[in-house]
């Protein structure tokens, strides 16, 4: 363990030379025999800021390979305090595929978990361990409803083995509207992705169903959240799903879920914003209107 955890602290003195033995032809063919692209985040990080030594280590057992994240990330985590490695404040950029869209690299600000959280879907089995160590840590400890906001664009019920990450954090104390202050509400992230169980859990919990946060902030528009979301800004999630399209399913499938979410977030309430003002009107077209826009 003591091996592994100086083989992955690449800010550290033996960082060079950890790098260019991964590029070595042998070396290539060892790690992808073992599951681990060698193109993975695990040596593109760009730290903004020295890190925490510890939290460093454990960020790169979780993004560096299934086995990495299964096997020595919990080790890790049974040996050494992990509420300053679960808290301390990281920033750094590194290489993402933001859905299939392009390759790019996004700005990183935040906390182990918050940053976990928006890569929830590539690594479901990572952000349950998150959740046990933040329940091991106690939750007081933690922005819940951040996580919770960050994580919500990534959940995919069918990947809700055990558990539902939605369900724990709610059952944790997050709220269903999200962080006082944040730019938009889980809700209108859940509805913009086309998740009906989402949309449903954050409905039940007591998410405001016409919520917009309309106070002219974005997410960074450098950020992985920025480039999924930041369109459907000022939007209520009755007319996100009226006005969207997703790309990734047949038409007929499309607008029978397109109803259901609408018949659900008319079921709770929603009125959605009649209005209209220019501005509204205008940012109906920044997202598109039905069949052009694809998210």
């Not at 096997?71 to 808290?87: I, Q």
């Not at 558990?163 to 006082?180: I, K, Q, T, V, W």
């Not at 939007?235 to 397109?258: A, F, G």
Request: with cysteine.
């Amino acid at each position: 363990m003591e091996l592994s955890e100086r083989f992955v602290r690449l800010s550290g003195p033996t960082g060079e030379e950890i790098r260019r033995l991964l590029n070595l032809p042998d070396m290539f063919a060892l790690w992808v025999e073992n599951g681990m692209d060698r193109d993975s985040s695990f040596w593109k990080i760009d730290w903004k800021k020295d890190p925490d030594p510890n939290a460093e280590t454990f960020l790169c057992f979780l993004l560096g390979a299934d086995w990495a994240g299964r096997h020595l990330a919990p080790a890790f985590a049974n040996r050494h305090s992990m509420l300053p490695v679960l808290t301390a404040q990281l920033r750094f950029t590194m290489e993402f595929d933001v859905y299939d869209t392009h390759d790019r690299t996004c700005e990183f600000i935040g906390s182990i978990p918050e940053l976990v959280a928006q890569q929830s879907p590539l690594h479901p089995d990572i952000f349950d361990l998150i959740l046990d160590l933040i329940s091991d840590q106690g939750t007081a400890h933690f922005d819940l409803s951040k996580i919770l906001l960050l994580c919500v664009g990534n959940h995919r019920h069918r990947n809700c083995k055990t558990s539902c990450p939605l369900e724990r954090l709610l059952d944790f104390g997050a709220s269903a509207n999200g962080p006082e202050g944040a730019c938009m509400t889980p809700l209108q992230i859940a509805t913009s992705c086309w998740d009906i169980c989402g949309v449903k859990t954050l409905l039940t919990a007591g998410a405001d169903v016409d919520a917009t946060r309309n106070d002219g902030l974005r997410f960074p528009p450098d950020s992985v959240m920025g480039e999924r979301f930041n369109r459907f800004f000022g939007l209520t999630p009755l007319d996100i799903i009226r006005y969207s399209d997703w790309k990734y399913m047949e038409e007929i499938k499309r607008e029978v879920l397109r109803k259901e979410i609408e018949g659900l977030l008319l079921q709770f309430g929603a009125k959605g914003n009649e209005s209209h003002d220019e501005e509204v009107i205008f940012r109906r077209r920044m997202v598109g209107v039905r069949q052009k826009i694809r998210i």
